[in-house]
Each structure stands twice: as C-alpha cells, then as structure tokens.
C-alpha cells in the first residue's frame, strides 16, 4: 500500500495517526476540524461552482480519510444502499453480475429488481464456495463480494477471487462494511472497488445515514463521482461532519467491541440453550483458517441460534436489558435482532439472532446476557 502521508514528504502515519489527523484544514487560522459547509452553491472560481457537481470541503475531508484508509479514491455518498447503486450503475445493460447468497438484503433486492426490469443477469453463488467464484469470474461482469458476510460471517477467499483470470473488463467489488478498512482492504487485495455503510462503524453512534464506495482508479472514482451527481445521492453535510468525527474514534472504538464480542462469543458459545455460536474468531468456525490468514481482526458481530426457535429468541432479545432490541450494527451500545422476523429473511433459522457488540464493560454484557437467559 502507499504510505499514509499528510503531504508528499510528511513522515508515513500509522493508520490510528491517519485517522486523527487526516482531513484536516491546514492554513494558518483556519479551524482544525473541516467544518459542515452549509452550501449549495458557491462564488465561482477555478473549480467549485455547485455542491452536487463539484462536492464541499467536508465531503472531500471524508473522502481524503476513507481514499487513506483503503489505498484508493473516496466517493461519499448518502448512504450505503446510495454507494452500492452506484458501483450497479457502472455495469452496461444486460451485464452479468455474480452476489453472494448470504448478502446484505438492501443490495439483494436492488440486484434482484434490475435482474427483473432486464437491466442485469444476477444468479447468487455461496459465499464460501471458492471454486464457484472462480467459475463466475470467467463471464461476469461484476463479482460482489461481501466478507465476512451477513448475517452468517461466512468467509469469501478475496485473494483468490481477485487473482482469478477474469473477463476483459470485469470489476470485482467488496462490501467492507463489516472488517472495515482496519480488518482488511480489498483494493490491496486486488479488488477494484470497495463498498462501506458509514452508517455503521465510520460513525459509529447511530445517529446518520451515510455510505462511501471507494475505486481503485481515478477512472473509477470519476464514474462514481458522476454517477452520484446525475442521480442526486449526494450525502448532506452535518452527515458527513459526523461521520468525519465518527472516523476520528474507530480504531479505538473497533478495538474495543471487537475484544468484547472474542470474549462474549466464547462465553454464549458455553451456553446449553444457544446452538451454533458463529464468530470468525472461534475455531469452531468453518471458515476460521481463512479468517486468520485475511483479517487482521474479527470483528464484533456474533450470530447465534436460540433452542426454542423465534419464540425463544424474541423472548431472549426482549429481556436484556443493557444490549438494545434493535437493528443495524458498528455502534458504540450493543444491538441484538432476530434475523428472520425481518422482511426478506425468513429463510434463515427462526431462532437465529445477530448480535452486535459494542464498547460497554465485558462484564456488564455477561451479566446481561447471564439475566436474560435465566
Ligand atoms: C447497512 C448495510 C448496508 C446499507 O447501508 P445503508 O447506510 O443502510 O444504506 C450495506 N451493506 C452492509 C453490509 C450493511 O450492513
């Protein structure tokens, strides 16, 4: 990867280092943080005119952050789903896209909808079934990866796939929303683009909606970037000061939840009444190798079965107290769902639930989960 620098000569950052000190304004008397510019419009000069032609400073403090973080070129937009589109959007008509099975249900449906208007030819290959993979490269147009996967953390083989010979043209896209740049980077991996939802780990608080795909190549970045301006999915401006300020904590934040979900996984995985404990991190994992030898960490969410089935989970969900009965996930307080109540999903196990850990005290977690399963 090149090195994280400030300026051309500045001193290579470590990547805790990149993430306080990128984006920032850096003349004399101007305020250290990038501030939310309030503007659609601007006094013509050399470049900017429009926001949603030529973007603001605070987008561009977001993307010169994340552009960093992933070793390529930042394009934010209004969130995740708005950041996937637009990675659809640079596959020509009738062009064949290969998705994972298990994948995020927004992009899901959205492949599906253009699979049914005949805009693109989608058919769904296992997450963990290389050899399928490497069979899809050699006619897709578009392979979409997302690893680990959701809501089943099963592992896709990224440099495998990137290596494998694929068609003149064909892109190969990552979700990282769940490693997140700091558990692994898909570009350096050989990937052409990388998909985040900010909404999650960037931020990191529950408090915006915000989605940032990164490309390989200035080209890339150019075609994202115009495809943002045509279709208006450009992201507001408190949002990305947000998300901006979010990024400021991640490495601590990550570090934080993902010790807590490695220790809460061994302990729920002791537990009689929870069947087939899911987390990268436990060896009982079937993808765990794969896991240590791509991930520079694990991650914080936990999945899990409840004996008893979608009573039993609901009831569980329900009854702790400290972890919070709601969706989404990458947030500093822990969350917990039943995968199969939401829309979409009923294919999965009733009483399968994800849960993702945040930053409380281990203990106070324990103690919850030791409460609600009585
Ligand atoms: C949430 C999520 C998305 C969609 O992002 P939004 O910001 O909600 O639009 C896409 N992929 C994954 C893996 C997600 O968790």
Redesign the pocket.
């Known amino acids: 990867m090149t090195a994280l620098r400030l300026k051309p000569n500045a001193p290579a950052l470590q990547t805790e280092s990149w993430l306080v000190a990128a984006g920032r304004p850096a003349a004399p008397g101007d305020p250290l943080n990038a501030p939310p510019i309030l503007a659609s419009n601007f006094a013509f000069d050399a470049e900017a005119g429009y926001a949603r032609d030529d973007g603001t400073q605070t987008w561009r403090a977001l993307e010169a952050i994340v552009g960093g973080l992933e070793g390529g070129e930042a394009v934010a937009f209004s969130?995740?789903?708005?950041a996937?589109s637009a990675v659809l959007d640079l596959i020509p008509c009738g062009g064949r896209v290969a998705l994972p099975e298990d994948c995020?249900q927004?992009?899901a449906t959205l492949a599906q909808q253009a699979h049914e208007r005949g805009h693109l030819v989608v058919h769904r290959i296992a997450t963990a079934d290389t050899p399928a993979w490497l069979a899809a490269a050699r006619d897709a147009d578009l392979l979409w990866l997302?690893s680990p996967s959701?809501p089943l953390l099963r592992i896709a083989d990224l440099v495998a796939i990137c290596k494998a010979e694929r068609k003149p043209g064909a892109l190969v896209a990552v979700?990282n929303?769940?490693a997140t740049p700091l558990n692994q980077q898909p570009l350096l991996l050989g990937a052409d683009l990388v998909?985040h939802?900010?909404?999650?780990f960037f931020g990191g608080h529950s408090d915006l909606?915000?989605?940032i795909a990164v490309g390989a190549t200035q080209d890339l970045r150019h075609r994202l970037a115009k495809c943002r301006t045509l279709r208006g999915a450009t992201p507001g401006a408190l949002e990305s000061y947000l998300t901006v300020r979010g990024l400021r904590t991640l490495a601590l934040r990550l570090a934080a939840a993902q010790e807590n979900a490695a220790e809460l996984a061994e302990f729920l995985a002791a537990r009689t009444t929870l069947e087939r404990v899911r987390y990268p991190g436990l060896e009982s994992h079937p993808d765990h190798a794969l896991a240590k030898r791509q991930l520079r960490g694990f991650g914080t969410i936990v999945t899990f079965e409840v004996a008893g089935g979608a009573a039993a989970a609901d009831h569980l969900c329900k009854s702790l107290q400290l972890v919070r009965h709601a969706t989404?996930?990458?947030a500093v307080e822990s969350t917990i769902e039943r995968r199969a109540a939401i829309p979409g999903q009923e294919h999965l196990p009733p009483g399968l639930v994800r849960l993702s850990v945040g930053i409380e005290s281990i203990a106070d977690l324990q103690h919850d989960f030791a409460q609600a399963l009585g």
Request: net charge negative; proline share 0%.
């Open positions: 969130s995740g789903m708005a996937a995020y927004g992009v997302e959701n979700d929303t769940f998909v939802s900010a909404t999650k909606l915000s989605g989404s996930l990458g």
